[in-house]
């Protein structure tokens, strides 16, 4: 065990650059070096243990070793840890006491990221996962308006999901999303047109550039819809990028470095085309705005166009919420919203923005938030993953069991998918009961208004 002059640390966390272009990167040796350190320490601690299903594989390796340490698990063994880590960043933001500056200088997540990365470079990363990455690649094919029907509708039958698991290992009770022949960018462009000026206040210029992200164009175009009309009725100008790809997330979480930064080639200079023209960029996917603020900046710390991104790119509530310290957000609210079960999810929560979505909408008249901080357990493609989707379902039981025991009115996370995935725990812990779809909030913002 490494022994430190201090004991954890109550400073702020900050974040070193991914060092992903050295080539001891990629080395194996010196990874499965850093990752028995770090492992080591985190077995001391074991302060994780209550997030994701990594923490528990790692303790249970130690705990069955012969030596009840880190040096009697298996190196082979490591990777076990590894595939259950998803990158939500909560143990760096929110647990660990040992990142830096502290002298140990632990970076979990981004370890977790380099030993995919080196999985990935290796050619052992498997068909299944890299077609379910491919987010820009299905949706164009699964959106094909004669072909979306069709999609729907084998994915929802039983007896194709069951052939769809041992072909694909992807898991017959997973929520998979449905595709829309009709686009985000459709919608946006339909609205586009509608004359407003623009007021320029405090951080934000007053007109937006919206980047629907892959699910919001394929997947759910009605989040992009109802971002589009929530904005333009608190006088926001909004238009589209002229071309976007995925911004990366689902690649980076495969460990396919290099395919994130030819999605960066062409995401960062559509964005900064608008952004030198006066357009702010605003996503409705936390995921996405987090690749933009902080992933891409990591790995690119050096690109000054990149870190211009960083500055400009908004969560449409922390977006809102900035106008609105200005006075410039419209709180003529036509309906109340009751009670809402909110899930904050893990890739908005590291942002270090607060809760803009439970400020912005607990100014709706009779509205009240039931917060919870637990992560869903989703992570894009790990619950429905024939291997994971058990755990995924078990670390989102105790989000379901507070949306139970909430009784809201509405269930409501600002991440699409984690939305979903609570309810499918709901569906799965009452089979015979009719459970209500997640209302996302934007179309619970768009509701106050009247829209």
């Given at each position: 065990?490494?022994?430190?002059?201090?004991?954890?640390?109550?400073?702020?966390?900050?974040r070193h650059?991914l060092d992903?272009?050295?080539?001891?990167?990629y080395n194996?040796?010196s990874?499965?070096?850093?990752?028995?350190?770090?492992?080591?320490?985190?077995?001391?601690c074991?302060?994780?243990?209550?997030?994701c299903?990594?923490?528990p594989t790692?303790f249970?390796?130690?705990?069955?070793?012969?030596?009840?340490e880190?040096?009697?698990v298996?190196k082979?063994?490591?990777?076990?840890?590894?595939?259950?880590?998803y990158l939500?960043?909560l143990?760096?933001?929110?647990?660990?006491?040992?990142?830096p500056p502290?002298?140990?200088n632990?970076d979990?997540?981004?370890?977790?990221l380099?030993?995919?990365?080196?999985?990935?470079?290796?050619g052992?990363?498997?068909?299944?996962?890299k077609v379910?990455?491919?987010?820009?690649?299905?949706g164009?094919?699964?959106?094909i308006?004669?072909?979306a029907?069709?999609?729907?509708a084998?994915?929802k039958?039983?007896?194709?999901?069951?052939?769809?698991?041992?072909v694909l290992?992807?898991?017959?009770?997973?929520?998979?999303?449905?595709y829309?022949?009709k686009?985000?960018r459709n919608?946006v462009?339909?609205?586009?047109s509608?004359?407003?000026t623009?007021k320029?206040?405090?951080?934000?210029t007053g007109k937006?550039?919206?980047f629907?992200?892959?699910?919001?164009?394929y997947n759910?175009?009605?989040?992009?819809?109802?971002?589009?009309?929530?904005?333009?009725?608190n006088?926001?100008?909004?238009t589209?990028?002229?071309?976007?790809?995925c911004?990366g997330?689902?690649k980076l979480?495969?460990?396919?470095?290099?395919?994130?930064?030819?999605?960066?080639?062409?995401?960062?200079p559509?964005?900064l085309?608008?952004?030198n023209?006066?357009w702010?960029i605003v996503?409705p996917v936390?995921?996405?705005v987090?690749m933009?603020?902080?992933e891409?900046p990591?790995m690119?710390?050096?690109?000054?166009?990149v870190?211009?991104?960083?500055g400009r790119i908004?969560?449409?509530?922390e977006?809102?919420?900035?106008r609105?310290?200005?006075?410039q957000?419209n709180?003529?609210?036509?309906?109340s919203?009751?009670?809402?079960?909110?899930h904050a999810?893990?890739?908005l929560r590291?942002?270090?923005?607060?809760?803009?979505?439970r400020?912005l909408?607990?100014l709706?008249?009779?509205?009240?938030f039931d917060?919870?901080?637990?992560?869903s357990?989703h992570?894009?493609?790990y619950?429905?993953?024939?291997?994971?989707?058990d755990?995924?379902?078990?670390?989102?039981?105790?989000?379901?069991?507070?949306v139970?025991?909430?009784?809201?009115?509405?269930?409501?996370s600002?991440?699409?998918?984690?939305?979903?995935?609570?309810?499918?725990?709901?569906?799965?812990?009452e089979?015979?009961?009719?459970?209500?779809?997640?209302?996302?909030?934007?179309a619970?913002l768009?509701?106050?208004?009247g829209?």
């Open positions: 065990m490494a022994i430190s002059k201090r004991e954890g640390s109550l400073e702020a966390p900050t650059p992903w272009k050295n080539p001891d990167f194996e040796d990874l499965n070096k850093e990752l028995e350190r770090v492992f080591d320490i985190c077995h001391g074991r302060r994780c243990v209550s997030l299903n990594a923490f790692l249970d390796l130690v705990d069955n070793s012969s030596t009840m880190v040096d009697g298996a082979a063994d490591y990777m076990k840890v590894v595939d259950h880590c939500c960043d143990c760096y933001m929110t647990k660990c006491p040992y990142v502290h002298e140990w632990l979990f997540p981004h370890l977790m380099r030993a995919k990365a080196v999985k990935f470079q290796q052992k990363t498997s068909t299944r996962d379910l990455s491919a987010t820009d690649i299905v164009s094919f699964a959106g308006p004669i072909i029907p069709i999609v729907n084998t994915n039958n039983p007896t194709f999901r069951k052939g769809l698991e041992k290992g992807v898991h017959h009770n997973a929520k998979i999303p449905s829309h022949a686009k985000g919608y462009k339909a609205l586009s509608n004359a407003l623009a320029s206040v405090g951080r934000t937006v550039a919206i629907t992200t892959c699910y919001g164009n759910e175009p009605h989040i992009v819809e109802d971002l589009a009309k929530v904005f333009q009725h006088q926001i100008p909004v589209l990028l002229n071309k976007e790809q911004c997330m689902p979480e495969l460990g396919d470095l290099e395919a994130v930064a030819k999605a960066k080639e062409v995401n960062i559509a964005m085309q608008l952004i023209a006066g702010d996503a936390p995921s996405c987090l933009f603020k902080q891409l990591l690119f710390p050096d690109d000054a166009d870190q211009t991104v960083k908004f969560d449409p509530f977006y809102l919420m900035l609105h310290k200005e006075g957000l709180t003529d609210f036509q309906q919203l009751g009670k809402v079960s909110y999810s893990c890739h590291v942002q270090n923005l607060g809760y803009k979505t400020e909408l607990e709706v008249p009779n509205t009240k917060l919870i901080e637990r992560c357990g992570d894009g493609t619950a429905v993953k024939v291997e994971f989707h755990t995924a379902m078990k670390i989102c039981r105790p989000v379901v069991n507070k139970e025991q909430a009784k809201a009115d509405y269930y409501a600002d991440c699409p998918m984690a939305g979903h995935h609570i309810e499918n725990g709901l569906q799965q812990k089979p015979d009961t009719a459970v209500k779809a997640p209302t996302h909030p934007l619970l768009r509701m106050a208004y829209l």
